[in-house]
């Protein structure tokens, strides 16, 4: 008969195995029988059993990469191989192999973590502070105070607002430097936030468009602090139907009713404060045909080419302006002859209305960034009226000017260019 081969096995594999038996056991038991003591204080002890796995585990990855355990098996790298063999995700994975290297370097909090003492999220914090400090210190033990004070904090501080304290971590455990440089450490963060600030927005063809973000903590805070202002329970007392029950109105703002107070933030910018684009206002322009707007059902059209319903349009049509699209908001002519050479608000959304893009054959430039172009020119005689205006984009507008291309007006109202040779 073979004997168990466990016997045979590692330390480490040992346990392991028991440690999974026992706490499968523990898990599957029923917990009625504990007191509320019990509850509570084995609640705690999970927690800190939790952090123990987790650096027994990453202690694992370490030494899995040392021993190149994602090249040996044809991957890309260890936590590519350990991804797979988990099932999580590569970028979670990656993430947790840089904590394991890192904590290779910084035996107190790798200590701390064996111990239960602090969360992987508390020794990520610490570990990633105490890596970034700068190379020059005069006093090289100032990285080691650090890390201890950190170490110390993290007794009784969440993961969030231990990395708050860990921004300025050198004024604490080295005042005579630690001012100056923090200071210049978080104008750096800034600078690098606002020049990485970027946004996508992509529509799902439901009617909704999802969006990612990365923005600066400043403009965050700005942000959320005015979505707060319209998700707040007085505000919502003041705009809600009054039959909704009082309950329903003060709760805390959820994501639902954030989503709602930034659709709302955005139906009410002041389209007067807003920068020009392509002339005008930076405003969004629906046509809809007078009986859709007074009780039809047609839906109108936005200028990017979108829908909205009848009823939508009504809703809006209560705190817009409305502009005619014959004559422009208070009767303003479209036609303006020679008074001037730039084409008025009126023209330009007159323009936009009838020319949606850009003119020139094959291009879909959208006509609220399009210059609006003369085709005979004023500078010749030519009027600043409709009949003698097109939306170009920036690069067919410097092209209809280049003496090294030649235009065609095609019957489609088009135009396209050649090359003159």
């Keep these: 008969m073979a004997k168990d081969s466990r016997h045979h096995a590692h330390t480490v594999c040992r346990a392991v195995a028991k440690s999974r038996r026992k706490t499968h056991q523990a898990a599957t038991a029923e917990l009625w029988s504990m007191s509320d003591e019990d509850v509570e204080a084995t609640l705690v002890e999970a927690s800190r059993l939790r952090a123990q796995a987790e650096a027994l585990e990453l202690r694992l990855v370490?030494?899995?990469?040392?021993r190149q355990a994602g090249e040996r098996a044809g991957?890309?790298?260890t936590a590519s191989w350990w991804a797979h063999h988990t099932r999580q995700e590569r970028r979670v994975a990656k993430s947790r192999t840089r904590l394991a290297e890192s904590l290779d370097r910084h035996a107190p909090t790798s200590a701390a973590l064996v111990e239960g003492a602090i969360s992987a999220d508390h020794a990520r914090v610490i570990t990633s502070c105490v890596d970034r400090l700068p190379e020059d210190l005069d006093d090289p033990a100032i990285p080691a105070r650090a890390e201890q004070h950190l170490l110390a904090e993290a007794a009784h501080l969440d993961p969030k607002t231990l990395a708050v304290l860990a921004k300025h971590v050198l004024t604490v455990v080295a005042p005579e430097i630690g001012e100056a440089r923090d200071a210049r450490a978080l104008e750096r963060e800034e600078r690098e936030a606002r020049a990485g600030a970027w946004l996508t927005m992509c529509p799902d063809g439901k009617g909704s468009v999802r969006g990612k973000f990365s923005i600066p903590e400043l403009h965050a805070a700005?942000?959320?602090?005015?979505?707060?202002?319209?998700?707040a329970p007085k505000h919502q007392a003041a705009t809600q139907d009054p039959d909704v029950e009082r309950e329903q109105v003060e709760?805390?703002?959820s994501p639902e009713r954030m989503g709602d107070a930034f659709c709302e933030l955005l139906e009410r910018l002041p389209a007067d404060h807003l920068p020009k684009l392509g002339g005008l206002n930076a405003t969004l322009v629906v046509t809809i045909d007078v009986e859709s707007l007074m009780d039809g059902l047609a839906p109108g059209m936005l200028d990017d080419g979108g829908v909205i319903s009848a009823a939508t349009a009504r809703r809006l049509a209560c705190e817009a302006d409305l502009i005619p699209a014959v004559l422009g908001s208070r009767s303003e002519l479209l036609d303006l002859g020679r008074k001037t050479r730039l084409f008025s608000g009126a023209q330009r959304r007159g323009l936009n209305l009838a020319q949606p893009t850009c003119t020139a054959d094959g291009c879909d430039w959208p006509a609220?960034?399009?210059h609006a172009?003369?085709?005979h020119p004023w500078s010749h005689g030519g009027k600043t009226n409709l009949t003698n205006a097109?939306?170009?984009c920036p690069r067919h507008h410097a092209r209809?000017?280049?003496p090294a291309f030649e235009t065609t007006h095609l019957p489609d109202g088009k135009v396209a260019f050649h090359r003159r040779t």
Excluded: G, S
């Design 368 to 370: 609220h960034l399009c």
């Design 75 to 77: 991957a890309t790298d």
């Design 222 to 231: 700005m942000l959320h602090k005015t979505l707060l202002a319209y998700a």
């Design 400 to 402: 209809v000017h280049d």
């Design 251 to 253: 709760r805390r703002p």
């Design 390 to 392: 097109r939306n170009l």
């Design 373 to 375: 172009h003369h085709d």
């Design 62 to 66: 370490a030494e899995a990469d040392r």
